[in-house]
């Protein structure tokens, strides 16, 4: 989903819901609020929102936050409208070679942690972490569980 986020917030850009800032809410909240509309985890969407937050403070804000502003029904309507909204707008956002390929950049420019994260998505996709055996010729297995008594 991180993805999703990143192309909401360059499509959304500086712009405030207007709904939101009706309800009196700040503007780092309302950029919390349309981080996790764009399908973000709470987390990230929070350390994203508060830009210079320590992540052991976004750990304990974060869910605290999102609770808080759940309770109110016009936040949660928001919310439910955009983020499913978000959903039905392009079930499929990128073929498989369009996601290698976005991979594949990450992998070759992106920063450390972004890279490792990249090359396991990639290994997944590719099934390099696969085992496969093949067996031929007759075999007999016989399986057993340790411990039961077969009477």
């Known amino acids: 989903m991180w993805i999703g986020a990143i192309f909401y917030a360059r499509m959304c850009g500086d712009c405030m819901d207007d709904e939101l800032k009706k309800l009196g809410l700040t503007e780092k909240r309302i950029r919390f609020l349309q981080y996790l509309a764009a399908g973000e985890s709470v987390e990230p ?17 974060a869910y605290r936050l999102k609770k808080e502003l759940l309770s109110k029904p016009e936040i949660k309507e928001w919310l439910d409208k955009h983020y499913a909204g978000r959903e039905t707008e392009n079930r499929l956002l990128l073929t498989i070679d369009q996601r290698k390929e976005v991979l594949a950049k990450i992998i070759m420019h992106g920063k450390p942690m972004e890279k490792i994260k990249a090359l396991d998505i990639y290994n997944k996709m590719e099934a390099v972490y696969e085992r496969r055996t093949k067996v031929e010729g007759d075999v007999a297995l016989t399986f057993g569980w340790a411990g039961e008594d077969d009477g």
Do not use: F, G
């Open 45 to 61: 969407a929070y350390m994203k929102a508060y830009e210079n937050v320590k992540p052991r403070t976004a750990r304990c804000n």
